[in-house]
Nanobody
Framework: QVQLVESGGGLVQAGGSLRLSCAAS????????VGWFRQAPGKEREFVAS????????DYAVSVKGRFTISRDNAKNTVYLQMNSLKPEDTAVYYC???????????????WGRGTQVTVSS
């Protein structure tokens, strides 16, 4: 069992940066791949980024590639999402999720946090 808690969201102007954190409980966190997803009002939850158990493999949605960076510190049981050059269309609730392997498919992740709001003003 893994419990995930996101933090770091907030209000930022377009072009600004935020760093989201996903803190996990449980001694086996390093055995899970982690994904970040986001959901804007009236839209489906979409894949943002993922990272493998060791951090050696990452994947990004086309819309965030080159602007967002996912990383993890297994000693701290934490995964990060550094978001730079933010755009108004990045506004959403951001969720982290843990699963057996990296994938863009949300149904493949077993554990989810409650999300953190990111709002980018123009």
């Amino acid at each position: 069992q893994v419990q995930l808690v996101e933090s770091g969201g907030g209000l930022v102007q377009a072009g600004g940066s935020l760093r989201l954190s996903c803190a996990a409980s449980g001694r086996t966190f390093s055995s899970y791949a982690v994904g970040w997803f986001r959901q804007a009002p009236g839209k489906e939850r979409e894949f943002v980024a993922s990272i493998s158990q060791t951090g050696g493999s990452t994947d990004y949605a086309v819309s965030v590639k080159g602007r967002f960076t996912i990383s993890r510190d297994n000693a701290k049981n934490t995964v990060y999402l550094q978001m730079n050059s933010l755009k108004p269309e990045d506004t959403a609730v951001y969720y982290c999720a843990a699963g057996a392997r990296t994938t863009t498919l949300r149904e493949r992740y077993d554990y989810w946090g409650r999300g953190t709001q990111v709002t980018v003003s123009s």
